[in-house]
């Protein structure tokens, strides 16, 4: 926690909780995943983006009946915003989806999502992964 202020008025400013944070990771994944706008999800849900934006940043806490909106107007389950990544979160090893950012790792996850075949996608992922230098045990 730091402190804010000047002269004898101090406030303390929280750093958000890292659950939170994560749970506002997965928001934007799925948001940016779809094409959607902060503005277009707030419109959708009565906020406005500025909110959108504290949500997935983390410094506001999503209640559990707003998450429950949020995973139906981006068609998942409430389970999507907690999956295996939320013990890492827990422990303060919140991973960044920064890479979500990027212009290309965006079309790279369009492109994935547009293959219909399985077969192709275990292959596509297996051509990424020896690109990349992982190894992996899977023999799909």
Same mark, same amino acid.
């Not at 101090?10 to 994560?22: G, H, I």
């Not at 139906?72 to 999507?80: I, N, R």
């Not at 013990?87 to 920064?98: C, I, P, R, T, Y």
């Given at each position: 926690?730091s402190?804010?202020?000047?002269?004898? !008025? $101090?406030?303390?400013?929280?750093?958000?909780? =890292?659950?939170? %944070?994560?749970?506002?990771?997965?928001?934007?994944?799925?948001?940016?995943? +779809?094409?959607?706008?902060?503005? !277009?999800?707030g419109?959708?849900?009565?906020?406005?983006?500025?909110q959108?934006? %504290? /949500?997935?940043?983390?410094? *506001?806490?999503?209640?559990?009946?707003?998450?429950?909106?949020i995973?139906?107007? $981006?068609?998942? =389950?409430?389970?999507?915003? /907690?999956?295996?990544g +939320?013990? *890492?979160?827990?422990?303060?090893?919140?991973?960044? $989806? +920064?890479?979500?950012?990027a212009?290309?790792? $965006?079309?790279?996850?369009? @492109? /994935?999502? @547009?293959?219909?075949?399985?077969?192709?996608?275990?292959?596509?992922?297996?051509?990424?992964? @020896?690109? @990349?230098?992982?190894?992996? *045990?899977?023999d *799909?």
């Open positions: 926690m402190l804010i202020g000047s002269g004898e !008025k $101090l406030m303390s400013v929280k750093a958000p909780n =890292p659950v939170d %944070k994560y749970v506002g990771s997965r928001i934007r994944m799925r948001r940016i995943m +779809l094409g959607m706008s902060q503005e !277009k999800l419109e959708s849900l009565g906020l406005t983006f500025q959108i934006q %504290k /949500y997935e940043q983390g410094a *506001n806490r999503v209640g559990a009946a707003r998450l429950s909106q995973a139906e107007t $981006l068609g998942v =389950p409430v389970s999507f915003f /907690y999956d295996s +939320l013990n *890492n979160a827990k422990q303060g090893e919140v991973e960044s $989806l +920064l890479f979500m950012d212009n290309f790792s $965006l079309r790279l996850l369009r @492109a /994935y999502r @547009a293959i219909k075949d399985v077969r192709l996608r275990r292959r596509f992922v297996t051509l990424a992964e @020896a690109l @990349a230098g992982i190894e992996t *045990n899977d *799909n």
